[in-house]
């Protein structure tokens, strides 16, 4: 009996979706965004944490414009233009929050809207 349940098991279609990378990149810019909200959230005590998120968001958008700065990406050219400007905004408006003479509130709108367009492009399936 238990060697049937477990050929049951093996055999069985999983219940794991198959992530797509427009699935996998939400993902990641959500992990980052929650990072960058909950930092701000904490006021300033949490200065510490608001860098290591503002650095992690740089990070990401630093492998975005790489990723778009390639001449083999998918992406209609006006598309990877508006994402590589994003990344430049992203990198330079992030000096301005570390220099504390910036709000989070734009760095969390630009992600917010990247994680719409992925998610409008099926970004669970």
Do not use: C
Not at 59 to 84: C, G, H, K, S, Y
């Amino acid at each position: 009996m238990q060697s049937q349940m477990m050929a049951r098991a093996a055999y069985s279609t999983q219940n794991t979706p198959i992530r797509t990378p427009r699935g996998t990149e939400y993902d990641v810019v959500a992990r980052v965004t929650q990072r960058l909200r909950a930092a701000a959230l904490l006021g300033r005590p949490g200065f510490p944490a608001l860098a290591e998120a503002v650095h992690a968001n740089r990070r990401l958008w630093t492998m975005l414009a790489a990723d778009v700065a390639d001449q083999d990406n998918p992406l209609p050219a006006e598309l990877r233009a508006r994402i590589f400007y994003l990344a430049e905004f992203t990198h330079d408006y992030s000096g301005r929050v570390l220099s504390k003479e910036a709000s989070v509130a734009p760095l969390l709108e630009i992600n917010a809207a990247v994680m719409r367009g992925l998610r409008a492009g099926g970004a669970g399936e």
